[in-house]
């Protein structure tokens, strides 16, 4: 294991990690009117801290990208989760939000969890699926359960419903890494040949799609209530898709299930913790429950 490459993992994660800071504080300015909402988009477009934010992740994502060429995806994108508590800290840092010990306790929990359930795993091996193939169904149904998590939560109060939003955000980037990792084979055969197929197409759709829930997720609760969710459910549904649609292989001897079902215990009970630490909600919500409702 390249110590070198987890040191570049480590610094794609604090760069994604400030980078969700900047998207979610300019994104909590926004009316909670505006959640699910294309104008959310249109009009944080106008935010210099958002396109700020927006531009330390891709940067993010560049640097993740050189550290998978010096160590594997099962022993980089553990390391990868850490940008929550990254973001958490940063968040209380600079702007004050809160950070008690049950806080980072949860977060902590979170990405330990999940850091176990990947590195038990191991995802390797697996063939590319043809752009008509069967087990593209997997991603259709990831979609689907997005949507239904997303919408299902329209009634609930604010944080279950940055968490149900923020889960959909995770499901789709899951999605999004999948359809990335087709495109780029796709690329390797021909960019103009890759463009008859329809999985860019879908790649931009579900990359938008994604952000406008994370950033709705952001618009309706602060940071360690929105985040962690997400950064749960995207590492594992990138596996449950390699899986599925690439057709990759897991360890599942006995040692490995039962420290992968521990890891993925960690990841609820680190989210569990996170969802019940006390926030400031936001002056509508409060408005909303002193005036016994809003419409």
């Known amino acids: 294991m390249s110590l070198l490459g987890m040191a570049v993992a480590v610094v794609a994660a604090c760069l994604i990690g400030l980078g969700f800071v900047a998207q979610q504080h300019?994104?909590?300015?926004?009316?909670?009117?505006?959640?699910?909402?294309?104008?959310?988009?249109?009009?944080?477009?106008?935010?210099?801290?958002?396109?700020?934010?927006?531009?330390?992740?891709?940067?993010?994502?560049?640097?993740?990208?050189f550290a998978l060429n010096l160590v594997g995806v099962a022993q980089a994108t553990p390391v990868l989760t850490l940008n929550l508590v990254f973001a958490l800290i940063a968040a209380h840092v600079i702007y004050?939000?809160?950070?008690?010990?049950?806080?980072?306790?949860?977060?902590?929990?979170?990405?330990?969890?999940?850091?176990?359930?990947?590195?038990?795993?191991?995802?390797?091996?697996?063939?590319?699926?043809?752009?008509?193939?069967?087990?593209?169904?997997?991603?259709?149904?990831?979609?689907?359960?997005?949507?239904?998590?997303?919408?299902?939560?329209?009634?609930?109060?604010?944080?279950?419903?940055?968490?149900?939003?923020?889960?959909?955000?995770?499901?789709?980037?899951?999605?999004?890494d999948t359809l990335t990792r087709s495109v780029v084979l796709l690329f390797d055969k021909g960019v103009?040949?890759?463009?008859t197929t329809w999985q860019p197409y879908g790649l931009v759709g579900i990359g938008a799609l994604a952000l406008l829930f994370a950033q709705s997720a952001f618009d309706a609760a602060p940071l360690r209530i929105s985040l962690p969710a997400s950064t749960a459910a995207e590492p594992l549904t990138g596996i449950a898709l390699g899986i599925v649609v690439f057709g990759e292989k897991v360890r599942l001897s006995t040692i490995d299930l039962a420290l992968g079902a521990l890891g993925l215990a960690g990841m609820v009970a680190g989210i569990v913790v996170l969802g019940r630490?006390?926030?400031?909600?936001?002056?509508?919500?409060?408005?909303?429950?002193?005036g016994g409702g809003r419409s």
């Open 26 to 65: 300019a994104a909590f300015q926004e009316p909670l009117g505006r959640i699910l909402h294309p104008r959310l988009l249109l009009d944080l477009l106008h935010s210099r801290l958002w396109l700020g934010g927006i531009g330390l992740m891709i940067a993010g994502q560049l640097v993740f990208a």
């Open 96 to 176: 004050r939000e809160p950070l008690g010990a049950r806080t980072l306790l949860g977060s902590l929990t979170l990405t330990g969890g999940v850091a176990l359930f990947l590195f038990i795993g191991r995802p390797h091996g697996g063939t590319p699926p043809g752009e008509l193939s069967f087990r593209w169904v997997g991603g259709a149904v990831v979609l689907g359960l997005a949507m239904v998590v997303a919408l299902g939560g329209g009634h609930k109060d604010l944080r279950v419903r940055a968490m149900l939003l923020a889960s959909a955000a995770g499901l789709l980037y899951g999605l999004q």
């Open 192 to 195: 103009g040949g890759a463009f």
């Open 277 to 290: 630490s006390p926030y400031l909600g936001k002056p509508e919500e409060l408005a909303s429950r002193d």
